[in-house]
């Protein structure tokens, strides 16, 4: 069983910054691939970046690719996404979600935290 826990979500001008963290708990943390998701407003679930186990293969939908960054540090059971240079069109509720086979889509996932909001202002 694995429990996650979103952290670092706020309100934040255009062009600026932000730093989720997902923590979380269960031994066998270390062996899920990890992803990040996001949910507007009136519209679908969506995925933003994934990291592998061992942190050595990452994947970025297009639109957050050079501004976003992906990764893990198994020790602190914790996955990170920095954001920057972030747009309003970012504004959403961001979810990180572990399973054994990860990928894009969210059914693979076993697991889903709670979602943090993420509010871009122009």
């Known amino acids: 069983q694995v429990q996650l826990v979103e952290s670092g979500g706020g309100l934040v001008q255009a062009g600026g910054s932000l730093r989720l963290s997902c923590a979380a708990s269960g031994r066998t943390f270390r062996t899920y691939t990890v992803g990040w998701f996001r949910q507007a407003p009136g519209k679908e679930r969506e995925f933003v970046a994934v990291?592998?186990?061992?942190?050595?293969?990452?994947s970025y939908t297009d639109s957050v690719k050079g501004r976003f960054t992906i990764s893990r540090d198994n020790a602190k059971k914790t996955v990170y996404l920095q954001m920057n240079s972030l747009k309003p069109e970012d504004t959403a509720v961001y979810y990180c979600a572990a399973g054994l086979v990860g990928g894009q889509l969210a059914r693979p996932y076993d697991y889903w935290g709670q979602g943090a909001q993420v509010t871009v202002s122009s």
């Open positions: 990291i592998s186990w061992d942190g050595g293969t990452t």
